[in-house]
């Protein structure tokens, strides 16, 4: 089981960078992937970033590839999303999510934070 409580959204400008925060609770960190995704109003939930929490490797969509780097913290039991240059079509509800390392489907996730990016 896991639990996951993101925090860190807000409104900011184009431009601008944003950090946002997972907090993560679990008896097996190294069993799981961590991942953001995100949704825009209208349209359909897709993934952002990914990170072995054992390993530290790390995936990006393409859309954000150079912009944001997602990061986790052992000791504070914590996954990053570190958002750069950000961008209009970044305004999304991001969620923090999880899945074990033996499966392909995200099952755990967060209750979403809001990010809007004015132009």
């Known amino acids: 089981q896991v639990q996951l409580v993101e925090s860190g959204g807000g409104l900011v400008q184009a431009g601008d960078s944003l950090r946002l925060s997972c907090a993560v609770s679990?008896?097996?960190?190294?069993?799981?992937?961590m991942a953001w995704f995100r949704q825009a109003s209208g349209k359909e939930r897709e993934f952002v970033a990914s990170?072995?929490?054992?390993?530290?490797?790390?995936g990006y969509a393409d859309s954000v590839k150079g912009r944001f780097t997602i990061s986790r913290d052992n000791g504070k039991n914590a996954v990053y999303l570190q958002m750069s240059s950000l961008k209009p079509e970044d305004t999304a509800v991001y969620y923090c999510?999880?899945?074990?390392?033996?499966?392909?489907?995200?099952?755990?996730w967060g209750q979403g934070t809001q990010v809007t990016v004015s132009s």
């Open positions: 990170i072995s929490w054992s390993t530290g490797s790390t």
């Open positions: 679990t008896r097996t960190f190294s069993s799981y992937r």
């Open positions: 999510a999880a899945r074990l390392v033996t499966t392909t489907k995200y099952n755990y």
